[in-house]
């Protein structure tokens, strides 16, 4: 585990200049005064924290009233270098302080102590996010202090991807664990009556609240998200449910039905720690859909509340579970492209293009729901979907169970927070590939996702853990 | 792992949880544990437990009263009793002791800190003392508390026929540095400057008094003669991470023997300053370091023993002598002291030592050098925080090869508050005269 960061100390003495001579030690000389002083001091409390945690960046012993860049800088799994970089002017006591001081510049400006987290891009290498794999280890951060105000060299317009700093002279610098579980919180992969998952326990005997946690279409298996859930006290399941090798079918399209997230959930409330009754759905994107699904459509099972983000109320595709179908092929004229050429696939879930038996019954709807959604989001068209729903449960008196939710200047893909986002990144490489637009801004986008996460934990604290 | 007692519980109300924050965190850092959705005014017992590396259990409790809300926050509110009571966020961890049924005479030693310690903190309804089942807890949760921040890096030195383990804070340096030195005890103890590095220094965690530095014991043998800590304290002023005019000494117990002597005597080790815990300037100042410990050797006559047959060392080293040759001369330091004191010390005469230090420096004008912390009902080994503290516990005498009970001394509270304390004084004193008296300008 710790041989991450050696590598990261080990290139930090690659770079750096030794701008400091030693005066030799030359036994029973004089002291000489005029010897080397020690560098500051960067401190970053705690050093090993929770992704959703909020840490203090401080810096003392600087020159005071000086420039100085603060820099973050991370290594995905994949092995990529991500980085963001902010200007900073030292107090006269020769501090600077992150959730104190205001960034003149940088990938962040203004009064943000997270900044350095969230505004990290990739470097030099297009369409890239930043997902987690193994959540058993940390991502580790380097945060480093240089002097003077460097920059990134000019980014490709249109783009946030940072070419790399010219190396100002690196004066101090510590590394950061950023983890997806807590402590004691133990993983379990599920691959019992056909399901593809990765359950998630909190510490302790229970029983706990349990949450149903299901991604997009581009499929696969993400735990993330669901390691932070029970970091919090949840049971939770990760769900994959398309794209997996280990679910029946060809891997582009969905291929189980209803009977899959009925035996999902059950399992969830019958698992000996879990509280019986108390199961909630979050879902994202396509997850969205189907978290409203479940709690609309499917008798046989009751959540006792339902969070959607960047969710359609329908698809203008065809998904009953008798027929598999290639959603990209069918539907290429609601698909519209920007300059770049990244694909922009909200048409399908603009209400207007979705057949009205594509829709879901949202009159049917039983137990609270809280919808996120974002203005900005070029994937789905989430706001318009929530209008539809809203005035749907409107309509026959149901209005009470809905929370909306909805974000200026935020994008599709909205994460746990103080996590790096991307405007655009790769979707598909079948059958040829494909970047998405996801839409928004990066410091608006990072509000959003430090709101929605509090306030989902918040939502499903209020409906699962109390009476 | 199928509870069926939980099974009862589930349908009724609500989920009680509770939360560490943070979760991960240094040794030495405070965290704020919080317990949600109890019913109001509930009656709980909080309870700590953790395995040390010598498979022994430490556990600690404190009994709480939720508030209307049904929560506790062990920051604000008060125990009422257990193994600490009052205002005590940190007390589920300084106040542990070994589980009932343990062997006796333990102490909580960390020796491999490349891991965290691991603690879990339970919930059990009411407020009991004993028969914790964790099958039947409330709820649960469980931190890592580290000695080494991430980045730190840990590298085993035998150079220039030093022995020791180096700790180097992440980042270009250059650093100010710690000669760090425990006890009689000997050995190699680590944690102390695995903290130490995460906090910003340098750190050399000596071994000297052990068997592979004394070898047959000699007075001869350059090993424990005074030319080792000389060459310890060169290695750490000519390592290239390491700012060679800042560079102190930090001593325990016999360490504080070596530290002041060498600041005193040495004409190489030339500290910027030093640290002095549980210790005494009383030596013969002509005599090698293992001179110095035969020296007290010739006073075993003096032990004394309590109630319960353990060993009380503080006498020999007492009276204060009033010859010269026969203690630091004090008045010829030249950096800054800090001395720090319990005055429940039953191992070292520290109160003593530490008066007469003061005394000998204000005759020699030197006396502004000078900080001194004196804790009541503190005992010898004030270590950092929140370490257990233990009254008594199991010592090795090296040479007899014998066992015996060392009576430490300490009342736990007062114990572990001096350990907080000194701990943040201590890190506050090497900051300002390491990092301070000089230049700031980069060049």
């Given at each position: 585990m710790y041989g991450v960061w050696?590598?990261?100390?080990?290139?930090?003495?690659?770079?750096?200049?030794?701008?400091?001579?030693?005066?030799?030690?030359?036994?029973?000389?004089?002291?000489?005064?005029?010897?080397?002083?020690?560098?500051?001091?960067?401190?970053?409390?705690?050093?090993?924290?929770?992704?959703?945690?909020?840490?203090?960046?401080?810096?003392?012993h600087l020159p005071p009233d000086k420039p100085f860049t603060v820099r973050s800088r991370l290594h995905s799994e994949d092995g990529e270098l991500w980085e963001a970089f902010s200007h900073y002017r030292s107090d006269q006591k020769g501090t600077v302080i992150l959730s104190r001081d205001q960034s003149l510049g940088g990938s962040y400006s203004g009064l943000e102590p997270m900044g350095l987290f969230w505004s990290l891009q990739p470097v030099g290498v297009e369409g890239l996010r930043l997902r987690k794999k193994y959540v058993e280890t940390p991502f580790t951060v380097e945060v480093s202090?240089?002097?003077?105000?460097?920059?990134?060299?000019?980014?490709?317009?249109?783009?946030?991807?940072?070419q790399g700093l010219e190396e100002g002279a690196v004066l101090a610098a510590v590394n950061v664990e950023r983890w997806y579980m807590a402590p004691g919180v133990r993983r379990v992969e599920v691959r019992e009556q056909g399901l593809v998952g990765t359950l998630f326990l909190p510490a302790g005997p229970g029983p706990f609240p349990a949450v149903l946690d299901m991604?997009?279409?581009?499929?696969?298996?993400?735990?993330?998200?669901?390691?932070?859930?029970?970091?919090?006290?949840?049971?939770?399941?990760?769900?994959a449910y398309c794209g997996h090798e280990e679910l029946p079918g060809p891997l582009h399209t969905v291929n189980v039905g209803e009977q899959y997230f009925e035996t999902a959930m059950g399992q969830l409330?019958?698992?000996?720690?879990?509280?019986?009754?108390?199961?909630?759905?979050?879902?994202?994107?396509?997850?969205?859909?189907?978290?409203?699904?479940?709690?609309?459509?499917?008798?046989?099972i009751s959540p006792r509340c339902v969070v959607g983000i960047s969710g359609p109320g329908g698809l203008g595709i065809n998904m009953t579970r008798d027929q598999t179908n290639d959603f990209l092929k069918e539907n290429q004229k609601l698909f519209r492209f920007d300059e770049q050429g990244n694909v922009i696939f909200r048409g399908i879930t603009m209400p207007s293009n979705v057949p009205p038996n594509y829709k879901l019954k949202v009159e049917s709807l039983r137990c609270p729901l809280q919808l996120i959604a974002a203005e900005d989001d070029q994937c789905c068209a989430a706001i318009e979907c929530i209008d539809e729903i809203?005035?749907?449960?409107?309509?026959?008196?149901?209005?009470?169970?809905?929370?909306?939710?909805?974000y200026p200047g935020a994008g599709h893909l909205i994460e746990p927070p103080y996590t790096p986002s991307v405007r655009v990144s790769l979707f598909h490489t079948y059958p040829k590939k494909l970047m998405a637009l996801w839409g928004g801004e990066l410091q608006p986008h990072s509000v959003a996702q430090e709101d929605a996460w509090n306030r989902t934990l918040g939502f499903l604290d209020h409906h699962l853990r109390t009476d | 792992m199928h509870a069926m007692s939980t099974m009862a519980m589930a349908g009724k109300g609500s989920c009680p949880l509770i939360t560490i924050q943070p979760s991960r965190g240094l040794i030495d850092e405070k965290f704020q544990i919080t317990v949600k959705n109890l019913l109001p005014g509930q009656a709980v017992t909080l309870h700590s437990l953790t395995q040390s590396e010598d498979s022994d259990f430490w556990e600690a409790f404190g009994h709480y009263v939720s508030d209307g809300k049904g929560t506790v926050k062990v920051?604000?509110?008060?125990?009422?009793?257990?193994?600490?009571?009052?205002?005590?966020?940190?007390?589920?961890?300084?106040s542990m002791k070994p589980a009932p049924g343990s062997r006796p005479g333990l102490r909580f030693r960390k020796k491999d800190v490349n891991t965290p310690l691991v603690m879990r903190i339970y919930v059990y309804k009411g407020h009991m003392r004993d028969g914790f089942n964790a099958e039947s807890a409330?709820?649960?949760?469980?931190?890592?508390?580290?000695?080494?921040?991430?980045?730190v890096r840990r590298t085993e030195i035998s150079q220039d026929g030093v022995l020791g383990t180096l700790f180097v804070p992440p980042g270009p340096g250059p650093f100010p540095a710690v000669l760090d030195m425990w006890g009689g005890g000997g050995g190699l103890v680590e944690y102390r400057s695995a903290l130490l590095a995460s906090h910003g220094f340098v750190s050399l965690a000596l071994e000297y008094f052990s068997s592979r530095t004394m070898g047959n014991a000699s007075e001869k043998n350059p090993l424990t003669g005074n030319e080792y800590f000389e060459a310890a304290f060169i290695i750490l002023k000519e390592h290239p991470q390491v700012a060679s005019e800042w560079v102190a000494l930090l001593g325990l117990s016999f360490g504080t023997s070596v530290a002041l002597g060498m600041a005193v005597y040495s004409s190489v080790i030339q500290p910027s300053c030093v640290v002095c815990i549980s210790g005494s300037h009383v030596q013969p100042v002509k005599e090698s370091i293992s001179g110095v410990f035969a020296e007290f050797g010739k006073n075993v006559h003096k032990t004394r023993y309590d109630e319960n047959n353990y060993v009380i060392w503080r006498d020999l080293l007492l009276p204060i002598p009033t010859d010269p040759n026969k203690k630091v001369d004090l008045g010829r330091i030249k950096c800054p002291l800090l001395l720090i004191v319990g005055e429940d010390d039953q191992n070292w005469p520290a109160a003593e030592s530490a008066e007469d230090m003061e005394r000998m420096m204000e005759t020699a004008g030197n006396r502004h050098l000078l900080t001194t912390l004196s804790y009541p009902g503190a005992g010898h080994l004030i270590e950092p925080p929140y370490s257990p503290h233990v009254r008594f516990s199991n010592f090795m005498l090296l040479q007899e090869k014998k066992k015996v009970v060392v009576l430490w001394g300490g009342e736990t509270?007062?114990?572990?508050?001096?350990?907080?304390?000194?701990?943040?004084?201590?890190?506050?004193?090497l900051e300002q005269h390491l990092y301070h008296n000089h230049d700031t300008t980069p060049q």
């Open positions: 050696e590598g990261l100390s080990q290139s930090i003495h690659a770079c750096t200049l030794p701008r400091f001579k030693k005066t030799s030690g030359i036994m029973g000389a004089v002291r000489n005064k005029s010897a080397q002083s020690t560098a500051p001091l960067l401190t970053a409390t705690p050093s090993r924290a929770l992704v959703d945690q909020p840490i203090e960046i401080g810096i003392q202090v240089l002097s003077d105000h460097v920059r990134s060299s000019d980014s490709p317009v249109g783009c946030h991807v940072g991604w997009g279409m581009g499929g696969g298996l993400s735990e993330y998200r669901a390691a932070l859930l029970a970091s919090h006290g949840f049971v939770t399941l990760a769900l409330d019958r698992h000996p720690q879990v509280c019986t009754g108390r199961v909630g759905v979050l879902g994202l994107c396509f997850g969205g859909y189907l978290a409203l699904r479940i709690a609309m459509e499917m008798p046989n809203e005035e749907r449960l409107g309509a026959v008196g149901k209005s009470g169970l809905l929370t909306r939710i909805q | 920051a604000e509110d008060v125990s009422l009793g257990g193994s600490y009571d009052g205002l005590e966020p940190m007390g589920l961890l300084w409330l709820a649960c949760a469980v931190t890592e508390r580290s000695y080494m921040a991430p980045g509270k007062l114990h572990s508050y001096a350990q907080e304390d000194s701990w943040q004084k201590i890190l506050a004193f």
